[in-house]
């Protein structure tokens, strides 16, 4: 089987692409990624030599060189994680959230039923579901929760499903969508709140706050995202949405209290500041049916995932010191030259 995985220097693009060229050793990969700010090389840098992988430089938004790319390579299958993924980023400026996340999306598919690609999977977000109330903990959301977005980011990535489902349905692409809940692990951009909190932390600046850090997010680890897009690439039913979640919701600010507590940091560093615009309060997903279905069970408890997700930054310190510096971007084009 050859695969194209798009995104796969981003956070968890990486960490999948990781995982797969471990595992399938028979199969082909091949990561597109356009490099964004959010694309490290880095985070994939140690799989250059492997003999089923292969890195590309690409934009998944460019028709013609998506078209050439598939007319060459003659994929079987297409998981696509690449994305405009920061919601604050999107309040600020959501065109590039349209092209990416939706426009990036039909050049795929279309590029899928041209070249006769047997399976499309595309990777989505419990933020499509809009948010929960924090006093109701009986209620989670299922595949069956309407779609009821909040922010520029969630309406692109329920755009992108929606446009998914119409291909099934319409052009018959064999396709499957998982929804995630928050994820935590090694090689997440330090925009995000736990890298965020780990490198302020770090030098010892300001670790700003929304509100009062009382919004709540059930967070997963990565390896348990990817564990489960696998299965639902091998054996998820075609046309069907599953949810993956980690059954571990904590509020931001506990996050943040944990992260400093491992770190010997004081909560003095914590600043609260004006909450996000249009701000999800509780996000919370019940993942019975791909669990029932296929099989899948988280393999982290949160307190193990946490810990070891706070040393891996701590023991990679010039992996972020990279980042704040700049020196990331150059990392591809190091390779170019050699
Ligand atoms: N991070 C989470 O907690 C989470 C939760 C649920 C779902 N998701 C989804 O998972 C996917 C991956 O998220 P992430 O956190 O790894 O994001 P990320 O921002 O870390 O990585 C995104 C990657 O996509 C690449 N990219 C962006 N635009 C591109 C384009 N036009 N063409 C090719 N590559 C492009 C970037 O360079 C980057 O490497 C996204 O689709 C996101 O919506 C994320």
Known sequence: MKYLVTGGAGFIGSNYMHYVVDKYKEDYFVCIDALTYAGNYNNIKDLENRDNYKFVNGNITDREYIYNLFEKEKFDCVINFAAESHVDNSIKNPEIFLKTNIIGTGVLMDACIKYGVSRYHQVSTDEVYGDLPLDRPDLLFTEKTPIHTSSPYSSSKASADLLVMAYHRTYGLPVTISRCSNNYGPYQFPEKLIPKTISKALNNEKIPVYGKGENVRDWIHVIDHNIGVDLIVHNGKIGEVYNLGGHSERKNIEIVNIILNQMNKPTSLIEFVEDRKG??????????????????????FFETGIKETIDWYLNNEEWIKNIESGEYKKAYKKILKN
């Open 279 to 300: 701000h999800d309060l509780r996000y919370a997903i019940d993942s019975s049916k791909v669990e029932k279905e296929l099989g899948w069970k988280r393999t982290y």
